[in-house]
């Protein structure tokens, strides 16, 4: 694992959004990442409604940065991972690179 992803498996909630902010990750839609990841910020989510919020923004909002779509960012997938929404392809993504 690079010093980077180390760094992004111990980052907080708040310091992974700050990461993703910093990629400017922008959606056909228009939409602000930013604001549909803010309830992820929250401590209080169960795990059923997390995955829901994180399914919902990679499906419906295609948001796309510089090194590619949302999904395949590592600080999105650790995202998903410290809210307990891991998506499909989380581990194989992590070990990878």
Not at 10 to 15: W, Y
Not at 32 to 56: E, F, H
Request: hydrophobic letters at 40%.
């Amino acid at each position: 694992m690079t010093a980077a992803k180390t760094e992004l498996a111990v980052a907080s909630r708040e310091a992974l959004g700050r990461e993703l902010r910093d990629h400017d990750f922008e959606s056909p839609a228009g939409v602000s990442l930013d604001v549909l990841i803010a309830p992820l910020m929250q401590g209080d989510l169960d795990a059923n409604t997390a995955r829901k919020i994180c399914d919902d923004i990679e499906r419906n909002y295609r948001f796309y940065g510089e090194e590619g779509p949302l999904r395949d960012a590592v600080s999105w997938i650790e995202l998903r991972r410290r809210v307990c929404a891991p998506g499909p392809s989380e581990p194989r993504a992590l070990l990878d690179g």
